[in-house]
């Protein structure tokens, strides 16, 4: 730990990996606490796909076309918007299977991704920082994109915290309130691709959706309201990031692996012992 600490104040990219991994957490614990609440887990992994072929279109046009202002995080900023609002309208609109649309957007994303990656020169390298993140690669540039973004979730998942929790609670009740279910439940789905496209820098697209959902399960255990587990997954995503950085630092490991196998262990150890508390008061009782 002193080690890490020490090697923050002599290198600046282990402290801009640090400051993403805690501008990350702010709109992560907003978005993870809706997510689970509202059951949009397979949602999200589908916009997170979809957003490798935002990040492959942009990384082709930076080395194809020369277009070098065309960071890749904002190629994957439109597709993931853009994913979201097909998949809202799907869900809200089609007649068709909603699983097998959103299975066809996963698929026709990662496809997309992958192609555009092969086509670009020095793919392979690009290729696994975006699958499987890379957070040592944060640059200032990129601190002030993902300021910008979790301000933007945060001020939303806050301000709108009671249209947001109706919908997520009982959309059918808040519908015959009077309330425009059905336009908060596709800006519950841009918060998410926007939290998926800050994730994706920390942990990579493969394992965006374990921090999306984690922090907030973790927090179901120890709270029972919504505001409660939103401010539990702040804290709990802001330590497994750091817990997270710190290991892969000591070790020489993948950061986003050991940031998502830190929360994956403690919520399990947490549903263990909370287990284990339920059986001991049933039994005294």
């Given amino acids: 730990m002193l080690e890490f600490l020490q090697a923050l104040t002599q290198y600046n990219f282990l402290g801009y990996a640090l400051a993403g991994g805690l501008l990350a ?109 890379n957070i040592l690669l944060l640059d200032p540039a990129s601190l002030w994109l993902m300021l910008g973004l979790a301000g933007l979730v945060l001020i939303l998942g806050l301000g709108l915290y009671p249209e947001l929790l109706a919908v997520c609670a009982d959309e059918e009740f808040a519908r015959l309130r009077g309330l425009n279910t059905e336009f908060y439940y596709l800006l519950l789905l841009a918060m998410t691709s926007l939290t998926v496209v800050l994730l994706s820098s920390l942990v990579g697209l493969v394992l965006v959706i374990a921090l999306l959902t984690l922090p907030a399960a973790l927090a179901s255990l120890m709270a029972r309201r919504l505001r409660g587990i939103i401010v539990i997954s702040i804290i709990a995503c802001a330590l497994f990031n750091f817990s997270g950085l710190c290991l892969s630092y000591l070790w020489d490991l993948p950061s986003g692996a050991v940031t998502v196998m830190v929360a994956g262990t403690v919520y399990l150890c947490a549903l263990l012992v909370s287990k284990i508390l339920k059986t001991r008061h049933s039994d005294g009782s």
């Avoid at 609440?37 to 796909?49: D, E, K, N, Q, V």
């Avoid at 699983?99 to 690009?126: C, H, K, N, Q, R």
């Fill in 25 to 133: 957490s702010l709109s992560c614990g907003v978005v993870s606490a809706y997510v689970v609440s509202r059951r949009l887990t397979y949602l999200a992994g589908a916009i997170a796909h979809c957003v490798l072929a935002g990040l492959g279109g942009a990384r082709y046009a930076q080395v194809r076309w020369g277009i070098l202002w065309l960071d890749p995080l904002y190629g994957a900023l439109l597709t993931a918007l853009l994913a979201a609002l097909i998949i809202g309208w799907v869900s809200l609109r089609a007649r068709q299977r909603e699983d097998s649309i959103i299975g066809s957007l996963w698929a026709l994303g990662m496809a997309g991704g992958v192609l555009f990656l092969a086509a670009t020169p020095g793919y392979e390298t690009d290729l696994m920082n975006y699958l499987f993140g």
